[in-house]
Nanobody
């Protein structure tokens, strides 16, 4: 199994920045990709960014140029650097680790963008 713990959320003004962290433990060598999702109240969960075991990255169009996903293998941690935050980025952010037999989710961290 894989355990994931997100951190770094909070309240930020529009235009501000936050860096989310997703710390993994357990069978981390089975992880093929790590994704960041978000879910706003009343909306479906949305894939925001993904990083593969090979280092490839992808983003939803709405965050391209503003968000950057990266990883620190020594710390078993994946980051989501969020710049130029907008009120519409307000959501609970979750990380997900994909292995061959299963996917694992963290409990999420809240990001609120408001003046």
């Amino acid at each position: 199994q894989v355990q994931l713990v997100e951190s770094g959320g909070g309240l930020v003004q529009p235009g501000g920045s936050l860096r989310l962290s997703c710390a993994a433990s357990g069978r981390i060598f089975d992880i093929n990709a790590v994704m960041w999702y978000r879910q706003a109240p009343g909306k479906e969960r949305e894939l925001v960014a993904e990083i593969t075991s090979g280092g490839g990255t992808s983003y939803v169009d709405s965050v391209k140029g503003r968000f950057t996903i990266s990883r620190d293998n020594a710390k078993n941690t994946v980051y989501l650097q969020m710049n130029g935050l907008k009120p519409e980025d307000t959501a609970a952010y979750y990380c997900k680790a994909q292995t061959i037999p299963a996917a694992y989710w963290g409990k999420g961290t809240q990001v609120t963008v408001s003046s």
